[in-house]
């Protein structure tokens, strides 16, 4: 038998439905890839693989009654952790949440159980789900599976914030696992690393139970090794839940079944403010390779204006902020989590001690500046300023969507760069972020798909932007490339 | 208007008084939890995970708190915001899980409105003042720190956090305690009218901060200070009362008054400073991302609108007019809801056992309920809540009055007994033998024993003392253990002294 770690998600739940294999071997098989991985790349906070058999077990059995398997029966993923999941513990990456074991379980989780999937363990991340390379974690660097063809054995950020589900992912730790996305966290993670990864509409994935960073941008999404993966997962997470306020009271389409490569009839659009200065030679070329194939799976590719491109990073750098400045406010030593006494301390000391030793530098550093912008005098010059950008960003859109049905630009702007290289320039991280950012702030569907390989040999992404509830649009293109562009490497195995 | 003046050493001066009254709204679950609302229960006993703030959980509206707080509005004649929408206002304290309030700083629920308020409530037609309010918005209350648990630590519960208030400001268009007071009394009468507030202050359920800022006559307004977490209606005269006389005092004394919190001491009867504006806190409010701004159609406000019930000065009025009561019977009977309801059905019973019109028997029935019934109970330290007599218990007592079975007099007996026994008017007046007497012939040999065991007085009436008239009616009537008909007692007493 071929290693059943290699199979993605349509093809172990189809495995396991006819019978090639038990969802058991499965677990076994991808639970023995977490356990040898872990040392060396370190995608995991917590493995679980008592849970990942428990729920092969589930399925088997489902099977052998001749029930319905659901649409991830038998696929055991990975969890990123800042999901809660019941009586395993959730961090979000922190020191604040260490030891934190939810009495309850995210909705997007639970779907995903529902649907038949297990959990192979919780995926480390940015803390928070605040960077861009996963080195803002309290439980250390997630290392890349990938490493530069020149010899030279750098450890690579496997991107951010979904840093531990990248680099899972694309090193056959587990088929697929979850992400969130609330300015690039799925898909410049996904292009570092050479798989597939769709950040949805927001709203269509429920924010119950997900520790919230920025909650009018936070969105979950599937990370998996190709467009159908995502389609199946995606489907499984999706939903409307009356327990989240934002969520989109929608049906959820069967993606899966309406995946089409065909996209004769179809206008991509391609915005001209994306080609910038600083994006690197390679990713500019695979952007125009991605613009050949598109025509070459019958759409009309149409120069496009996003006049107001330059302002979203700016804008997102006070909006997320100042979302999530209020949003940890939470984590003070009271209820749940960390608290640090200091001998005689009262309590706003405590509040000090607790949240300084509790939270690391970027969480601080994101925390002081939302506080900043929503501070009296600075709110209507910094937070109401970015909120009219935020909408004049969503007009680009809607104008833009008026005359065509996607929109075609780089994942991120280089490729994956060497962990510590940008620690010391916030800003310099900041600005992976620039391709990804624009639709987080208008909250449109928008994926990462392998585009190939540049000059050393790492993988390049390229994104698809949607109308907002297009997600079949942006999958079919997704679609169109990926079989194009025949993606098929794969980091060698070195750990 | 008022012409409450607080006469300093230098002269006289006015008071300027705004109210923000925090009241609960009345609904089984929290603004934005399912969780349970209940006064009195066990510590942490109704707190959900989102009450708790555990991460991930989000807010979700709850329908009825918002239905509450619109019908609130249409009730003192507001402006309802179809669109509002929720902001947070951001601070530390360990009573407030999320490190934010949810409320709505730049966009209420409801917008201007006003009420009108009776400055002496024995004298509902007197001077009337039209008091403004500024908006109300809905917002979450946060939980409560018990110091004396522990020796050194404090504890938290959580069971008021995240239930639903309104918060209610008025313009500041008081002028005198009495005004303030009559304010929040008339408020708290429409909220527990509308059912959207029960109105307990005792039980924390309604509270006002009290703005107080003292001015000479005419001029532009001083600087305030706020009094917060005031929960009685005297509570609130006392704390204008003392705390613009401390203003006055403190401007008298070449100081200046700082704008500040400050808290009432009911022991002392005075105001202390809790908090001054520089170390007020900067809240940092914005949109709250975790909710959509909250939009409301014609045909829900409509439904609000349909739903309240007749509202204090309406119900006054129609009292007055189609029932034709005193003004001050009107008032009474209009000030708490539930004694109009007693009242109505009362009304109701009584209209019903006599075959007449509701307003035929109007006055007898509202002139029994205040001057028997009220002395009464007081007398058992007992309210119509708790009262033994039901509406229809009364209406039974009064049919037999009505119908000449017992006189008043034996009803104030028979409502004791009933007060007593719980028994019904009628089976009192059977057991006890208070059937009034009709008999001529008995009350003819009572009159006659009276007027002749009193021949001196006769004589007196006779040479022109027509006062003691009533004398030999109470003798007579007494003589006959109260049950003579004392129409036919007069009767035959005029014919024997004609």
């Known amino acids: 038998m071929a290693d059943l770690t290699d199979l993605g998600v349509a093809a172990i739940r189809d495995g396991v439905a006819k019978g090639l294999f038990t969802a058991v071997e499965v677990a076994e098989a991808f639970n023995a890839n977490v356990a040898a991985a872990q040392a060396a790349l370190n995608a995991f906070i917590v493995t679980t693989p008592d849970a990942a058999i428990e729920a092969a077990k589930a399925t088997d059995a489902r099977r052998a009654a001749g029930q319905p398997l659901g649409k991830m029966g038998g696929v055991p993923i990975g969890m990123k952790d800042l999901f809660a999941t019941r009586g395993v513990q959730t961090t979000a990456a922190s020191h604040i949440l260490e030891g934190f074991e939810p009495e309850y379980e995210s909705t997007v989780s639970q779907k995903l159980w529902d649907a038949g999937a297990g959990m192979l363990g919780k995926l480390n991340m940015d803390q928070f789900a605040m960077g861009s390379s996963n080195e803002t974690s309290y439980f250390g660097n997630v290392i890349s599976p990938w490493r530069r063809n020149d010899g030279g054995n750098a450890p690579l950020a496997p991107g951010g914030s979904s840093g531990g589900s990248s680099a899972a992912v694309s090193a056959r730790l587990c088929p697929a696992a979850t992400g969130t996305d609330t300015g690039g966290s799925i898909r410049q993670p996904a292009a570092f690393t050479g798989i597939s990864g769709i950040k949805p509409t927001y709203g269509r994935c429920s924010r119950w139970g997900i520790v919230a960073f920025a909650s009018s941008l936070d969105q979950a999404g599937p990370m998996a090794r190709d467009v159908r993966d995502c389609a199946i997962m995606l489907e499984a997470m999706a939903g409307f839940d009356p327990k989240d306020a934002t969520s989109l009271n929608l049906p959820v389409p069967e993606w899966e079944a309406g995946l089409n490569a065909d996209l004769r009839g179809k206008k991509v659009g391609v915005p001209r403010e994306y080609r910038m200065d600083g994006t690197d030679a390679d990713v500019l070329a695979s952007w125009d390779q991605g613009i050949e194939w598109l025509k070459d799976a019958g759409a009309e590719v149409i120069d496009i204006s996003l006049p107001h491109t330059k302002y979203a990073l700016p804008a997102y750098y006070i909006v997320a902020p100042a979302e999530a400045s209020s949003n940890l406010a939470r984590y003070d030593g009271v209820r749940y989590g960390l608290r640090d006494l200091p001998d005689g301390a009262n309590l706003q000391e405590m509040y000090a001690a607790t949240r300084a030793a509790g939270f690391g530098a970027e969480v601080k550093r994101r925390i002081l500046i939302g506080t900043y912008v929503l501070s009296a005098g600075f709110y209507d010059a910094y937070y109401t300023q970015a909120q009219k950008v935020r909408t004049l960003i969503s007009h680009d859109f809607r104008n833009a969507f008026a005359e065509v049905d996607v929109i075609l630009a780089p994942t991120a702007p280089t490729a994956a760069f060497g962990l510590g290289d940008m620690v010391s320039d916030p800003l310099a991280m900041y600005l992976n972020d620039v391709f990804a950012v624009p639709a987080s702030l208008a909250g449109l569907p928008a994926m990462s798909v392998p585009a190939g390989l540049n000059r050393e040999g790492l993988p390049l992404g390229l994104q698809i932007v949607g109308k907002p509830f297009d997600e079949q649009g942006v999958l079919n293109a997704g679609l169109a490339i990926e079989s194009r562009a025949g993606f098929a490497a794969r980091p060698e195995r070195w750990w | ?498």
């Not at chain 2, 555990?54 to 009730?75: F, S, Y």
């Not at chain 2, 730049?106 to 409105?113: C, D, R, S």
């Open chain 2, 1 to 498: 208007m008022s012409n409450y003046r607080i006469h300093g050493a230098t002269g006289e001066w006015e008071v300027v008084i705004g109210l923000e009254v925090h009241a609960q709204v009345t609904s089984n679950s929290k603004l934005f939890s399912g969780a349970a609302t209940a006064f009195g229960a066990e510590p942490n006993t109704q707190v959900s995970l989102v009450d708790a703030a555990m991460p991930g959980m989000l807010p979700v509206p709850n329908r009825e708190c918002i239905r509450q707080a619109v019908r609130t509005g249409l009730a003192i004649n507001a402006q309802i915001n179809k669109w509002s929408r929720f902001d947070r206002k951001n601070y530390f304290y360990a009573d407030l899980p999320q490190g934010y309030q949810i409320s709505q700083l730049y966009h209420p629920l409801v917008g201007e409105g006003s009420l009108e308020v009776v400055l002496d409530p024995k004298d509902p037609e007197g001077s009337t003042k039209t008091i403004g309010i500024e908006r109300i918005h809905v917002e979450q209350d946060a939980g409560k720190l018990m110091h004396d648990q522990h020796p050194t630590m404090s504890y938290v519960d959580l069971n008021r956090s995240g239930v639903a208030l309104m918060e209610i400001v008025s313009r500041p268009d008081m002028r005198s305690p009495a005004e303030a007071g009559a304010y929040l009394a008339k408020l708290r009468t429409i909220l527990r009218y509308v059912g959207s507030c029960d109105g307990n202050m005792d039980q924390g359920s309604m509270r006002a901060d009290v703005n107080v800022s003292v001015r000479r006559p005419g001029e532009p307004f001083g600087t305030r200070t706020e009094t917060k977490n005031v929960n009685s209606v005297r509570f609130v005269m006392a704390v204008v009362e003392s705390e613009a006389r401390r203003q006055v005092d403190l401007i008298e004394d070449g100081g200046a008054v700082v704008q500040e919190t400050r808290l009432y001491d009911p022991d002392k009867n005075e105001t202390r400073s809790m908090r001054s504006k520089e170390d007020a806190h900067d809240y940092r409010y914005f949109p709250d991302p975790d909710l959509l701004p909250l939009e409301l159609d014609d045909a829900f406000v409509e439904k609000c609108r349909a739903s309240l019930p007749e509202l204090p000065d309406a119900k006054r009025h129609r009292y007055e007019g189609a029932l034709g009561l005193s003004p001050y019977n009107a008032g009474v009977l209009t000030a708490e809801v539930e004694t109009a309801r007693w009242f109505e059905a009362l009304l109701t019973a009584t209209a019903a056992k006599a075959g007449k019109g509701e307003a035929e028997v109007a006055k007898q029935a509202s002139n029994w309920l205040i001057s028997e019934l009220f002395g009464a109970l007081n007398k058992l330290g007992k309210g119509l809540d708790d009262s033994p007599v039901s509406p229809e218990d009364g209406a039974e007592l009064l049919a037999l009055v009505a119908d000449g079975t017992i006189s008043g007099s034996i009803a104030k007996q028979v409502l004791e007994k009933m007060l007593e026994s719980g028994d019904g008017a009628a089976a009192i007046v059977e057991r006890e033998g208070l059937k009034q007497t009709t008999d001529t012939g008995a009350i003819e040999a009572a009159v006659d024993q009276v007027l002749a065991a009193n021949a001196d007085k006769v004589a007196e009436y006779k040479a022109g003392k027509e006062a003691l008239f009533g004398f030999f009616v109470g003798q007579a009537m007494k003589a006959m253990q109260g049950k003579g008909n004392p129409q036919l007692v007069n009767q035959v007493l005029k014919s024997r002294l004609g």
